[in-house]
């Protein structure tokens, strides 16, 4: 899909630049690149953009007795939380220190467990 979209741009771009050159048909062979960047951007960059930014949205909203899931896929129950780090018990007895962005998912939160 990409590829037809991008010959097709080229033949408009060609079709669209002046015969005699000059300024507008140097300004007219850049039309391509443009529209190519446009795509990328709102296809590619800008949802990555927004998923990072939930993720550190999430990371920053955890709080002690929340159950989450790592990266790696360990369940656990946060104990304790630092400014850039967790405490996550996996079982009774057992914690382990975590960097707050290996935090994948948040399982529960203690508010809807209240309700």
Partial sequence: MSLFFLQS?????????????????????????????????????RPQQKKQREHRELVSRVKVGDEVVTNSGIYGTISGVEETSVMLRVSEKVEIKLVRSAISAVVTDTESKEK
């Fill in 9 to 45: 741009a080229v033949s408009f771009a060609q079709a669209a630049a002046p015969k005699g050159g000059g300024v507008r048909g140097s300004l007219g062979s850049y039309v391509p690149f443009i529209l190519l960047f446009v795509v990328l951007y709102l296809l590619m960059i």
